[in-house]
């Protein structure tokens, strides 16, 4: 689809004195949502940061009466679906869509709380080994129904854990309190 780029000065002083005054500033961003799927025809619109600075700048209680924004109506992907998208700004601000590097550096965060989710589950499950292979009978009985029973946890809790890091102390898995 092709690209449309429209310049409007909307008026927002008829709407906004509808509410009260506490309520002025956020029934022009509505006007200015409503106003942007009357002449664009299309429901998905993005306001720009700095347009909603503008609007906001004065408070909740002094929105200015009319604004000259800038529209562009572009096609977007999103999950192998192409979407129309209206961006509204200032005129004199250039509009910027998402860039593929940000996208690239929240998958990038994503993978990496993973992989670190998976360590930290490697090195439960390493614990737990030496944990068993050092304890005695008794602690392993303490830490069988710790993790077999739930509402005897709070009972063994404490025990378990604190003969854990002791042992885990004495194997130099954690550093120890000396």
């Not at 799927?37 to 503008?54: D, F, Q, R, V």
């Not at 529209?71 to 992907?77: F, L, M, Q, S």
């Not at 961006?87 to 993973?114: C, F, G, H, M, W």
């Amino acid at each position: 689809m092709v690209k449309i780029e429209r310049l409007y000065t909307i008026p927002l002083r008829k709407e906004f004195n509808k509410v009260p005054n506490y309520r002025k500033t956020r029934k022009a961003v509505i006007a200015i949502r409503n106003f942007m799927k009357k002449h664009m025809k299309c429901e998905n619109i993005k306001i720009g940061s700095h347009l909603n600075l503008e609007l906001w700048k004065h408070g909740r209680k002094n929105p200015p009466p009319r604004i000259k924004v800038k529209a562009i109506k572009d096609t977007e992907k999103i999950k192998d679906k192409e979407i129309e998208i209206v961006r509204v700004e200032l005129p004199n601000i250039p509009i910027e869509k998402i860039k593929a590097d940000k996208k690239q550096k929240l998958e990038d965060k994503v993978e990496t709380k993973s992989k670190e989710e998976a360590q930290k589950v490697v090195l439960e499950s390493e614990k737990k080994e030496v944990l068993e292979k050092g304890t005695t009978e008794k602690e392993r009985k303490v830490l069988q129904e710790s993790q077999s029973k739930p509402e005897d946890i709070t009972k063994h809790k404490k025990t378990a854990t604190k003969q854990a890091q002791k042992k885990l102390r004495e194997q130099k898995m954690i550093p120890g309190e000396r």
